[in-house]
């Protein structure tokens, strides 16, 4: 089992940044990939941006060159660091975690872009 606490969501102004951290129960190296979803008001959940244990990266398009992922030196900790933050990137940010053949959840945060 793996619990992940999403944190460092809020409130900011178009073209602001801020950064969520994820921090999981486990040590990031027993888990295979991390990853960072959100879902806006009435539409899917979507995938934003994945890192692997080997620290491969992959984004979105619509947030490219805008978000970062990464992992922290404590090794339970996955950050998103957003900047250029626009409208359409409001919504409930969710952490998700792969270990062996299960995946978990956070409960999410919310980030509210204002224009």
């Known amino acids: 089992q793996v619990q992940l606490v999403e944190s460092g969501g809020g409130l900011v102004q178009a073209g602001g940044s801020l950064r969520l951290s994820c921090a999981a129960s486990?040590?990031?190296?027993?888990?295979?990939?991390m990853a960072w979803y959100r879902q806006a008001p009435g539409k899917q959940r979507e995938l934003v941006a994945y890192?692997?244990?080997?620290?491969?990266?992959n984004y979105a398009d619509s947030v490219n060159g805008r978000f970062t992922i990464s992992r922290g030196n404590a090794e339970n900790t996955v950050y998103l660091q957003m900047n250029s933050l626009k409208p359409e990137d409001t919504g409930v940010y969710f952490c998700?975690?792969?270990?062996?053949?299960?995946?978990?959840w956070g409960q999410g945060t919310q980030v509210t872009v204002s224009s």
């Open positions: 890192i692997t244990s080997g620290g491969n990266t």
């Open positions: 486990r040590t990031i190296s027993d888990i295979s990939a």
């Open positions: 998700r975690a792969w270990l062996l053949a299960n995946n978990y």
